[in-house]
Structures are given as C-alpha cells and as structure tokens.
C-alpha cells in the first residue's frame, strides 16, 4: 500500500490485485472420486507456494499423498504468478528421477494430464522424511551430510543428461529444490 494504493507490477491501482485460494479438501476428493480414485484424504503436508499437498488413504487402507496444484496469483510484484503447468514438470521429474537417478523419489503411481493432480508414494512409510524437517529440528545427524552430499551429486549427475525446459524455475533448481524435499 502506497497512499491509499496498491502497488502492482506495473504501477500503482486503486483495486486490490486477485488473489487465489486453494481447492477445499472436500472439492478435491469428491474430483477424485470421479477419477476412479477412492482416497480419504487426511491432513494437509508441505507442498511449497504453489501446491496443496494432503497425507491420504486409500481403499486399502495404505498410505498415500496428493498433491493438486493451480494457479497462484500471487498479488505481490516482487514474486511472478504461477501457474499450475509447473505441477506438470513436478511430475516429470519425479517420474525421471526414479528411472534416470539413484535417488530415491516417490513412484508415481497416479498422475492426469489434463488435471493437476498426482497420486504418489508416501516414503514417510518407509521412515524418510525431508531434509529441511531434520535440519529445522535441528536433529539431522552428522553422518547424514554424506548421504545427503551423495544425493545431491547424483541430482547433478542426472540433471547433466536432463535437458532445460522452461519454468519460473529453471530446471536446475527444480532438480535442486527436489533433492532436499
């Protein structure tokens, strides 16, 4: 706010910029459903600035996670507005990850192309949990620099063969942010 104003990328407004919000849990399940897809969704995880990321059930009873992304207008100039196309190259990663690199990534075991929704492995079964958790708790033991030095080698290592796409995000940093989640 400047004078009354709003500050937008452009100049100044007398509107307030859009903004967007998130899909109820509820909405989100109910668009499952209408995939074939029986999940009980449970709390929401971390999934970052653009996604919604939920902890789920499935028919089964096994564990799962969700992540639906859309757009974000963000409404703050200094940080661009994202659209939920970057959800699609999320998955591509993953997918490429796990067949490409000896980093483990959760398999993908759901994923539509023409909604932004991926249905993958939960390795919070397998007691992995995420890199920066460890390090804001400060518990991450001194032995697991070399595990975590020898992940993000072989992010590198793969990124090599990787070719760039566009994004907000280059693809460099994607495949670095997706070594420390």
Do not use: C, W
Request: no cysteine; aromatic share 6%.
């Amino acid at each position: 706010m400047l004078n009354g104003n709003y500050v937008t990328s452009v100049g100044l407004s007398a509107f307030a910029p859009p903004t967007s919000s998130p899909m109820p849990a509820e909405e989100l399940q109910a668009l499952l459903r209408t995939r074939g897809l029986h999940l009980k969704l449970g709390n929401m995880l971390k999934g970052g600035i653009v996604s919604q990321v939920y902890s789920a059930v499935d028919a089964r009873g096994n564990s799962v996670v969700v992540k639906h992304t859309q757009d974000v207008v963000s409404g703050f100039p200094a940080m661009p507005n994202l659209s939920h196309k970057s959800h699609y190259v999320d998955t591509a990663l993953l997918r490429y990850l796990e067949t490409n690199s000896a980093v483990r990534v959760p398999h993908v075991m759901n994923a539509f192309e023409d909604s932004p929704i991926t249905v993958m492995e939960d390795l919070r079964q397998s007691g992995f949990r995420l890199v920066s958790d460890i390090t804001a708790a400060g518990t991450a033991p001194v032995h697991a620099a070399l595990s975590t030095g020898r992940s993000l080698a072989l992010i590198q290592l793969a990124l090599g063969e990787h070719a760039e796409f566009i994004t907000a995000e280059s693809s460099r940093e994607l495949f670095y942010d997706r070594g420390f989640e």
